[in-house]
């Protein structure tokens, strides 16, 4: 066999049904041929958010898989991988390259040292009978330790090289986890049993290692609230009477009013990273940090109580360690649900002429209050894109289940949110599956809109459209927006999806939005690609707090 037929035989052993691309490369062609479904992209970039979103939702237990073209195919894919790097997304790269005597020479591009930096490894196939050894060691990179990228170059003559029968020898490597330090466990224990006022600081971590269930145990044992990262958001419920809900840019009035409180902030599966694009921990809090990534402990906090180990075997230790230290389950504590219960009820009451507003131009805050309430949030992936529809989602939308919400910061490229549904819907096709977008978004990427419809992935895209990027405050620019409208932006997006085969509406009334999303909703449950496109003002009010 060729090399990229003992590859393509390699990913059909890993599991792997589909490959996402842009035309050509050699292992297109074996990829079909062993049975594995090419969907073929407008551009790289959502094709790469797309495998993304696949490996996210199946919290890397399926490997999202994309082969770019030799040259400006590799080139175009490295915005997508970056993005996916910022994430900790598991997923397989395979560019093709030059022929290994070509490579070096001006002005070919060399996918393993360009993309280096943004991937968790980055290496070239330099012998064909190293298929087996390469793609067995690709695997056990996406399944192990800190999540990232992989990537594998193939050369242009490794592609066509003959691999003799019998050294294809290839065993899929096992996911590997590690228990936390006994020692370490004790000492999280006793800390968080002396805490007055202890908050849970739930990251994504606590999604790859699918372990939810023992986050709610822990939360109720302490009878601790809950608050999740950006990434992070639905691996606690947020229906639950601990929780206080996620923290993003913006963020909810009981985030920022029990982390202020506490005493300890027990971090579990994050990496506390000082980034715009979570809440700062406010000084004088003593840390305890359980997590599988050594390199994330005292990084940007001091932690005085740092415990590594994979995050559903560690809480499952810190359990057993908590109920041999205190003796015995502690009581329910009515008066903080209580007081949780009315901390988000306050905090509702003062955005509620907003998430219910009959103004016109539409208030997005109204947009996603309604969506909200016509999906089943138990049936529903949902996810956000960067700027404004961003802040309008994470604070308010109420994620039940792991991974019904699909949350990202750190890198926000344009137009995230369109691959990652398409990929969510791929790992879960019987659920309703939502992007929220802003025109600008839209404008980046929507031709791919046809890629779904084409492809047959039915999603329901909402693009909230006000005709100006509404992230960015007049004040940055006031002489670049009075003289040039740096910031005015225009276009009739339903109509554009329509032209790609979509179903589509655009809305103007507040009156007519629930029946929209309605109509909206049974168009994609009967197979169609349908965008909804909601004309709204321009609202740059946000809910943020200062931690400090």
């Not at 990179?141 to 691999?163: F, H, M, T, W, Y």
């Not at 020898?169 to 370490?184: F, I, K």
Request: aromatic content about 8%.
């Amino acid at each position: 066999m060729d090399g990229v037929t003992a590859i393509a035989q390699i990913l059909r052993k890993e599991g792997v049904d589909f490959i996402g691309g842009v035309p050509y490369q050699p292992l297109l062609e074996a990829a079909a041929i062993a049975g594995i479904r090419p969907i073929i992209f407008r551009q790289e970039g959502t094709g790469i958010h797309m495998v993304d979103g696949y490996s996210r939702v199946t919290n890397g237990r399926r490997i999202g898989v994309f082969m770019m073209q030799n040259g400006p195919g590799a080139e175009n894919g490295f915005a997508g991988v970056a993005q996916a790097y910022a994430e900790s997304v598991p997923i397989l790269l395979l560019p093709a390259g030059f022929a290994r005597n070509r490579r070096g020479v001006h002005p070919n591009f060399n996918p393993t040292r360009s993309y280096e930096t943004i991937t968790k490894w980055s290496q070239e196939i330099n012998l064909v009978e190293r298929i087996p050894d390469l793609m067995r060691r690709a695997f056990a990179k996406l399944r192990s330790g800190r999540l990232g990228p992989v990537l594998l170059e193939i050369p242009q003559d490794i592609a066509l090289g003959e691999l003799k029968p019998e050294l294809f020898n290839y065993t899929s490597p096992p996911r590997l986890r590690q228990a936390a330090d006994p020692e370490a466990i004790k000492q999280a224990a006793r800390v968080l049993l002396e805490a007055k006022n202890p908050i849970l600081h739930a990251g994504q971590g606590v999604l790859y290692a699918e372990a939810t269930d023992e986050l709610v145990q822990l939360a109720e044992f302490l009878q601790a609230p809950v608050m999740t990262t950006l990434p992070g958001k639905s691996a606690f419920p947020e229906n639950h009477p601990l929780s206080v809900g996620a923290s993003g840019p913006s963020t909810t009035l009981g985030v920022h009013r029990y982390l202020m409180r506490a005493d300890v902030v027990c971090g579990i599966g994050c990496s506390f990273t000082k980034t715009n694009f979570a809440v700062p921990i406010p000084a004088g809090k003593q840390l305890v940090h359980m997590t599988h990534d050594d390199d994330t402990l005292n990084k940007d906090y001091l932690c005085e109580v740092p415990v590594l180990g994979d995050v559903k075997l560690a809480l499952g230790q810190l359990l057993d360690e908590l109920r041999k230290q205190a003796g015995g389950a502690r009581p329910v504590n009515t008066a903080l649900q209580e007081e949780i219960r009315a901390t988000k009820a306050e905090w509702l009451a003062k955005w509620m002429p907003k998430l219910t507003a009959d103004s016109k131009p539409i208030n997005p805050y109204r947009v996603v209050w309604e969506l909200m309430h016509a999906v089943d949030l138990d049936r529903t992936i949902v996810t956000h894109e960067s700027g404004s529809a961003r802040e309008y989602m994470v604070p308010f939308w109420e994620a039940r289940a792991p991974r019904s919400f699909i949350g990202w910061g750190k890198s926000t490229q344009l137009g995230y949110s369109l691959g990652l549904a398409m990929g969510a819907k791929m790992a879960e096709p019987e659920k309703l599956v939502i992007n929220v977008m802003g025109d600008m978004a839209f404008s980046t990427v929507g031709l791919d809109i046809e890629t779904a419809v084409r492809c047959n992935i039915p999603i329901l895209t909402i693009v909230i459209n006000n005709s100006v990027m509404a992230i960015y405050d007049d004040k940055r620019f006031p002489v670049a927006l009075e003289k040039y409208g740096v910031k005015r932006l225009s276009g009739n997006f339903s109509d554009v999806a329509k032209a790609l085969g979509a179903h589509t509406e655009r809305v103007t009334e507040p009156q007519d939005i629930a029946l929209a999303i309605k109509r909206g909703i049974a168009a994609v449950e009967g197979g169609k690609v349908t965008v909804l496109e909601f004309v709204t003002c321009d609202e740059g009010a946000y809910s943020k707090f200062t931690f400090k």
